[in-house]
């Protein structure tokens, strides 16, 4: 039974000629589906609407191929063609009773056109934001006439697709419309550039086209960003992100507000907690009187109901909340809000875009598996064989979502940790600077755990093979998995060197483990963190130590700090944070060995020595698999019992494909798997009419 509280959040809202059966809004999101692998993202947005969002969206559509964002995948309209495979998506949300929307887009010259190889067209000539070697063209009114037929022909096509909601996009630094806005990049000199109202003229022309084409039958969305956080250069939310709202207050039926660029509007929780957009999207409300939808990592129920109770919403947007959960509005109808699976703000889900590949998650180990892996991310088949009992050894994210996911399958399974706690490296990261939401990941196994009576956990119970194999046999155990995760090493051996350190042991050399073990870093003394991870390690420790009032020096040899973090779009705001937190950062040097209380760097291409007073250096380089265990077992087990490793202890990586190790683990046990055969189904792309 669902808390009275919470009705609010399941009134209709009417958007124009259409409503939506509740406030939960899945607001656009890329996937790395999109026009590649089109059953994939038509069975995840389908997915979303089972799970109770109201309305759903499709990511960004390129509605031309004079602005296409190849090698990334989005979704395509350029023609007739690409209706069926949109027609999926659309079909899949209505299924479930939600409105589909489609966020059509040309994005002028924020994309390069890789693929189609037509010279990208801008507001304004200028050059490439990113480091591509080409040079926009200056729109002509010709250009500018055709893209608005094109805009005007794409949100006809998706009107006879079936779409409800359709978007005039202007939003992340991206879309043309966008730029135009814009004052640093918009600098023509015709009725286009100017006053803002010459600024705004193509946002309203493109808002007046699809409101002409399919104002009728479907709702004409705005998703605009009201503030840049590029101070006075930029549209700010008090000034002409203001003026925008109330020019063209009344013209769309939604306003979808948010923050720009996108390293701004999707921040991780180490730089913005839940509802960190409101400050600048709450005066929308005021100055329109269409319903506002806006985002903001929202999780808890409470806070949805304090959003739309002070009015400060009508939509709860969600992107990264409904990837994490996909069933968070179920949960909340049917009064199981412990049941809710937390995002935790890490963005790996972005990696997955900016790498150019289908999404993934850490909380939810189904994201981007829907359609080719069959995979629910609330159902799970029971096992074939109940009574096959499973030991897991190790209680890190890898073994809490294996013993759940086999527990959910009807399982016999003990779960044994050395630790005192259940959360392996989730729990003792999440002691870590802007790392607590880590938590989730071990809280919401646990959680449910505790609800599986068919599952036993055993806490402070370091078991060596003899132990494992006697409580295998005691139990009817038949199957062992170890998921006894990873240690760091201290030796120096990284990417950048492949040969141990020399060192003369005049620094103390500490390793991230034993920082989280509860090593003294706030001692006296400089410090050096050599990162060679590259991910956020090496940049969550310089900062711990900085606010230790350590004097603190990071070596990396890439060519900036936290560099894959370009991939959880925090990279920018990782540096900004240490510089202001007084940290040296010395990019492009290997250290190349510890000598008389120093360290000797190198130029990751030769020479340029330079040598760093420090009395300790952490060593944020490779990961060894706790793997003495799996070695004893392999020898010891015999033919009786089947032994498994997963997660860390077999390959080092992100917390979220340790979760995916678990479950995938889960979901083939006692299933017969052809090792020969692709594990998952394929989307071909059509090879002629
Ligand atoms: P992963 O990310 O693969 O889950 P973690 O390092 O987070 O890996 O978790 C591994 C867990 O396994 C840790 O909590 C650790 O204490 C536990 N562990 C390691 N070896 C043993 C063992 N022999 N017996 C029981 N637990 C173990
Ligand atoms: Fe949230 Fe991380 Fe999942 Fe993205 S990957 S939805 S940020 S938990």
Not at 216 to 232: M, N, P, Q, T
Not at 265 to 278: K, N, V, Y
Not at 635 to 644: F, H, L, P, S, T
Not at 646 to 668: M, N
Request: hydrophobic share 40%; charged share 25%.
């Amino acid at each position: 039974m669902r808390d009275p509280r919470y009705d609010i959040l399941f009134e209709p809202v009417q958007i124009g000629p259409v409503t939506a059966r509740n406030r939960f809004y899945q607001v656009p999101h890329c996937n790395g589906l999109g026009h590649l692998y089109p059953r994939g993202e038509a069975c995840q947005r389908g997915v979303k609407a089972e799970g109770g969002w109201g309305v759903v969206s499709t990511q960004e559509v390129e509605i031309h191929p004079s602005s296409e964002w190849s090698p990334y995948i989005e979704g395509r309209l350029w023609d007739d063609g690409d209706m069926k495979r949109l027609q999926l998506t659309a079909d899949a949300v209505h299924a479930h009773g939600s409105l589909a929307a489609i966020e059509i887009t040309h994005n002028g010259h924020a994309s390069a056109n890789l693929y189609s190889r037509i010279p990208p067209m801008a507001v304004a000539a200028m050059q490439f934001d990113t480091m591509e070697p080409m040079q926009p063209y200056a729109m002509t009114r010709r250009d500018i006439a055709d893209v608005r037929r094109w805009h005007r022909r794409a949100a006809l096509r998706a009107r006879d697709i079936g779409f409800d909601i359709i978007y005039v996009y202007a939003a992340h630094d991206l879309a043309l419309p966008f730029h135009f806005l814009s004052r640093r990049r918009n600098t023509r000199a015709d009725q286009y550039g100017g006053s803002l109202e010459n600024r705004a003229r193509f946002l309203r022309e493109l808002l007046e086209d699809t409101r002409d084409a399919v104002g009728g039958s479907c709702a004409v969305a705005l998703r605009f960003a009201v503030d840049e956080l590029a101070g006075e250069e930029g549209i700010t939310a008090d000034g002409e992100g203001r003026e925008v709202v109330e020019m063209l207050a009344e013209l769309p039926d939604l306003w979808d507000v948010n923050i720009s660029d996108w390293t701004n509007d999707s921040l991780t929780a180490r730089f913005g907690g839940e509802g960190f957009q409101q400050p600048y999207t709450a005066f929308v409300k005021s100055a329109t009187t269409k319903p506002v939808v806006g985002v903001g990592r929202f999780t808890s129920p409470d806070t949805m109901v304090s959003m739309v109770k002070n009015g400060a919403l009508d939509f709860i947007g969600a992107a990264r909340p409904s990837i994490a959960d996909p069933f968070l509005p179920k949960k909340i109808e049917e009064g199981r809000v412990e049941d809710i699976r937390e995002c935790i703000g890490c963005n790996i889900c972005a990696s997955g875009d900016m790498t150019g590949r289908p999404i993934c998650c850490t909380q939810n180990p189904t994201m981007g598996e829907e359609y080719r892996r069959d995979w629910h991310p609330e159902k799970i088949p029971p096992a074939r064989d109940k009574t096959a009992g499973v030991l897991v050894i190790g209680g890190g994210p890898a073994g809490l979502e294996a013993a759940m996911s086999l527990g959910r399958r009807g399982l016999r399974v003990t779960l044994a940790e050395a630790g005192e706690q259940f959360g392996g490296r989730a729990l003792r990261e999440s002691a870590l600077p802007g790392l607590a939401t880590w938590r989730r990941v071990a809280d919401y196994r646990l959680g449910q755990l505790q609800k599986l009576t068919n599952v036993e956990l055993f806490a402070q119970s370091e078991l060596n093979a003899e132990q494992a194999l006697e409580f295998a046999d005691s139990s009817g155990a038949k199957h062992i998995v170890l998921a006894t995760g990873a240690e760091w090493t201290r030796d120096g051996i990284g990417r950048a060197r492949r040969a141990q350190m020399e060192d003369d042991g005049s620094m103390k050399v500490l390793t991230p483990d034993d920082i989280m073990a509860g090593e003294n870093f706030k001692e006296a003394g400089a410090a050096l963190i050599y990162d060679d991870d590259h991910y956020y390690m090496g940049g969550v420790l310089a900062e711990l130590f900085a606010r230790a009032d350590a004097e603190v020096t990071l070596v990396t040899p890439a060519a900036e700090v936290s560099a894959w973090t370009r991939n959880t779009l925090e990279q920018a705001h990782i540096e900004r944070r240490l510089r202001k937190l007084g940290v040296r950062i010395i990019e492009r040097h290997i250290l190349a060995r510890i000598r008389g209380g120093e360290a000797e760097l190198q130029h990751v291409n030769g020479g340029g020595a330079q040598t760093i007073a420090a009395a300790r250096a952490v060593m944020v380089t490779a990961r060894r698999p706790r793997e003495g265990l799996w070695h004893a077992l392999s020898k010891n087990a015999g033919e009786k019992i089947r032994v498994a490793r997963i997660g860390d202890c077999l390959a080092p990586a992100t917390i979220a494909a340790a979760v995916y190790a678990g479950h995938r683990c889960a979901r083939e046990f006692g299933e017969e798997i052809d090792a020969d055969a692709v594990p998952f189904k394929r989307e071909y792309v059509e090879t002629g009419e």
